[in-house]
């Protein structure tokens, strides 16, 4: 089988551009079986495990790879009508499962644990935390917003966001517990990093969103703000959420179709678990170090067949 090429793709706006039926299932549109379409979200993890598998599904399966770069929502109302097979990495997003899933269109299919172990929380720097060690408790926090005051929000601390469209429920935590901060958002991941590592080089206070696979984890001291756990319920309300933000087992998100047709891509896709560690080692090739990320997919395949290999479905021949 001859190797097979990759191509990236803008999908912004992809789903007003497609036509989409609640009668028909959508999904089953025809495709080329030979290319596997796999949404790529807004940050370098996912981009890292995204790039790992178009890799070898190019290099050692002979498949023709899509990366298609669209959000997290669309992603899921792309693989509904039928334009993507994957999303590698979900974070929750159970109310779109009921609209997609089994109990609604019957379009998209629960492809169970991708391996990582996410984590959403409030974050700063252990320099902080040496100097106010009350700061990473509710009322420590509550104490000392005055400290994370920048001129763009006057008398509010500020709270560093990423990207909008990330899961969040940080307005309903600032609401809940009556905290003086006001959110901003850096508007990307990378934007955010370098935010953070400048105020970190110079030991400035920051607040921020963060959260784990996430390769600065590696990088930097970085000390997690305590707030109540999670408890099922607390935050469906999202303009009061006096909870935590809860862990999750990150997943994937097959098409039906795609599943349906038992492709050997399928099961590579379906096979495939690995570690946050797995994880950041490449997204740290990519995002800190400035690797192409295909460059960075190849290193990590050369240096870890061992495990990688055993995601190759039983019976088919790798090409190398």
């Known amino acids: 089988m001859r190797k097979g090429a990759l191509v990236r793709l803008l999908a912004v706006g992809l789903a007003v551009a497609m036509v989409s039926s609640c009668a028909v299932r959508t999904d089953q549109i025809a495709r080329d079986p030979n290319t596997v379409r796999i949404a790529l979200n807004g940050w370098v993890g996912y981009e890292a495990s995204a790039e790992v598998l178009a890799y070898i ?57 991708n391996g990582n172990e996410g984590v959403i929380g409030w974050y700063v720097p252990a320099y902080m935390e040496e100097e106010y060690p009350e700061i990473t408790t509710v009322e420590g926090l509550k104490e000392h917003t005055d400290l994370f005051r920048t001129a763009e929000t006057g008398d509010k601390g500020e709270f560093l966001g990423g990207a909008p469209g990330f899961v969040t429920q940080d307005q309903g935590m600032i609401n809940a517990f009556d905290l003086d901060l006001e959110i901003v958002y850096a508007g990307s991941e990378a934007s955010q990093i370098t935010e953070v590592r400048r105020r970190y080089a110079n030991e ?22 305590d707030f109540p756990d999670y408890e099922e319920g607390c935050a469906d309300d999202l303009s009061s959420v006096p909870c935590d933000y809860p862990a999750y087992e990150l997943n994937k998100i097959f098409r ?14 379906d096979n495939w678990t690995w570690t946050n560690a797995d994880q950041n080692q490449v997204a740290q090739m990519i995002a800190d170090q400035g690797m192409d990320p295909t460059d960075a997919a190849e290193v990590w395949v050369e240096e870890n067949p061992d495990v990688w290999r055993p995601w190759i479905p039983e019976g088919f021949e790798p090409l190398s």
């Open 57 to 113: 599904l190019r290099e050692e399966m002979g498949y023709e790879v899509q990366l298609m770069r669209v959000d997290e929502q669309p992603s899921w109302q792309a693989l509904d009508q039928g334009v993507l097979d994957v999303i590698v990495e979900n974070w929750g997003h159970e109310e779109l499962m009921e609209l997609y899933g089994p109990e609604g269109n019957g379009t998209v299919v629960d492809g169970g644990p």
């Open 204 to 225: 400035e206070p920051v607040l921020f969103y963060f959260y784990d696979p996430q390769w600065l984890q590696e990088e930097l001291d970085l000390v997690r703000v």
């Open 256 to 269: 039906a179709g795609f599943v349906e047709t038992g492709d050997p891509a399928y099961q590579f896709l």
